[in-house]
T-cell receptor
């Protein structure tokens, strides 16, 4: 079945450093979504990418969808302590339900 | 959060006992989902529903059953709980956004411990 791999599993950064998490799918995706989960909380939707090569920005967050629609990335510029949490990608392919990656846990050291 | 609640929020139970978790939504969404979250495994789909009495299995459905007799309620049952089912369980709905996009909107979660 469809698999979504996400790396790295953990990332520790100094406040102000950049952060990137990568997502790769075993199948071509119709769209990819990104979620953030704060410690002790529930996942919260951040964004959805649909088009090949699409790039979207939300303040310091930049999301990209690969040309082949099999990979995606989330880049955070100048991390802040409020960015702490686990970031998940989730891919949709055909008529199958959304498949989540295992997430990247981000720690930010002040 | 507004629109979706889960009960109970915390439960400790013994191996072999039946357990039912409830998800309730107030927004009349058609699709509802049950996930479990474990360290190192991310979010894994257990079962989902696409309407009243319409359900299907997810990736990790063994040992779980679901029911949806009303649009607003989606129940997850562990017929005979095992320690491997100790986890955090999230319910989610598929909610439409502007531009024809959809998000998974999650409930607050239920922390289940099976001793």
């Amino acid at each position: 079945g469809q698999q979504v791999m996400q790396i790295p599993q953990y990332q520790h950064v100094q406040e102000g450093e950049d952060f990137t998490t990568y997502c790769n799918s075993s199948t071509t995706l119709s769209n990819i979504q990104w979620y953030k989960q704060r410690p002790g909380g529930h996942p919260v939707f951040l964004i959805q990418l649909v088009k090949s090569g699409e790039v979207k920005k939300q303040k310091r967050l930049t999301f990209q969808f690969g040309e082949a629609k099999k990979n995606s990335s989330l880049h955070i510029t100048a991390t802040q302590t409020t960015d702490v949490g686990t970031y998940f990608c989730a891919g949709l392919s055909g008529n199958t339900p959304l498949v989540f990656g295992k997430g990247t846990r981000l720690s930010v050291i002040a | 959060d507004a629109g979706i609640t889960q009960s109970p929020r915390h439960k400790v139970t013994e191996t072999g006992t039946p357990v039912t978790l409830r998800c309730h939504q107030t927004e009349n969404h058609r699709y509802m989902y049950w996930y479990r979250q474990d360290p190192g495994h991310g979010l894994r789909l257990i079962h989902y529903s696409y309407g009243v009495k319409d359900t299907d299995k997810g990736e990790v459905s063994d040992g779980y059953s679901v029911s949806r007799s009303k649009t607003e309620d989606f129940l997850l049952t562990l017929e005979s709980a095992t320690s491997s089912q100790t986890s955090v369980y999230f319910c989610a709905i598929s909610r439409g956004l502007a531009g024809g996009l959809y998000e998974q909107y999650f409930g607050p979660g239920t922390r289940l411990t099976v001793t």
